[in-house]
């Protein structure tokens, strides 16, 4: 029989075949091949002895959190406790748009800015739609809830930004564990300890564990480059038709800046591509792209 995966926990994989759901172990020849099957990976699997015989072809797949074939990733974005981190998003943005995931923003925590601060962060918010992101608020939950119809998607985030909230909000029945922020820390406190797929308005959603790692190590500087969108409007018109966009002479890229280019993603940008990202962070996702 054919099934996906929709949870992992420790060598027990459930799946689900046309919604009927076998717990399943990892025949040896897969383990020979040094294959570890995924959550959202699409499996041959034997029904009678509940054992996953094949995993067939993956069109993507993460290492933080492992799950395959994802279709969308929601950005959880937290705009105070923890704050807003322009680099971060960007830095989640690039990664996801390199691996050619849809990346889609959800706001979260709006309701704790004063107006001084609601107004900076409607600001920002503007300008993702304008350079072409889907952006949300965490209250907007029938325009949230309207995107997973027979989609893959992960949540992604800062710890404490408010993913396992989201999700129990979006489908009262789940009653995902949550927990309080880390003061100590400024931000929150891991509370999913393993991947899995949720069944959410005729799509699958992953709630997933968090972790402490994002990098951009599989990335050459031209993949950072490419993958900063609203750059791509105005690069043919650098001197250079191979233009990085920093020391350059005549970079329309540059001329761009506080015009069409928020300054925030240039500045996010060149940290990028000089590795100046030692920012202390938290997040859940680490891509891998398909060889």
Sequence with gaps: ?????????????????????????????????????????????????????????????????????????????????????????????????????????????????????????????????????KVFSNTELDKINSLFKDKVSVFTGQSGAGKSTLLNNLDKKLNIKTNEISKALGRGKHTTRHTELLNISGGLVADTPGFSSLDMRDMTKSDIRDNMIEFNKYRDLCLYKDCMHDNEDDCEIKRQIGINILPSRYDNYIKFIKGDNNENISFNIKFKRKK
């Design 1 to 133: 029989m054919v099934g996906k995966i929709i949870k992992n926990i420790s060598n027990d994989y459930t799946v689900d075949s046309n919604g009927n759901i076998f717990v399943c172990k990892v025949r040896g020849k897969i383990r020979t091949l040094d294959i570890k099957p995924l959550v959202g990976d699409n499996v041959v699997f034997d029904d009678k002895n509940n054992y996953i015989m094949e995993i067939l072809p993956r069109k993507n797949f993460l290492n933080r959190p492992p799950i395959s074939n994802v279709d969308q990733a929601f950005v959880i974005t937290s705009v105070k406790e923890p704050d807003f981190s322009s680099n971060l998003l960007d830095k989640l943005l690039n990664i996801i748009e390199f691996n050619n995931i849809e990346p889609i923003i959800c706001f979260t925590k709006l309701d704790l800015l004063n107006e001084t601060e609601f107004n900076r962060i409607e600001d920002i918010i503007k300008y993702y739609k304008s350079i072409g992101y």
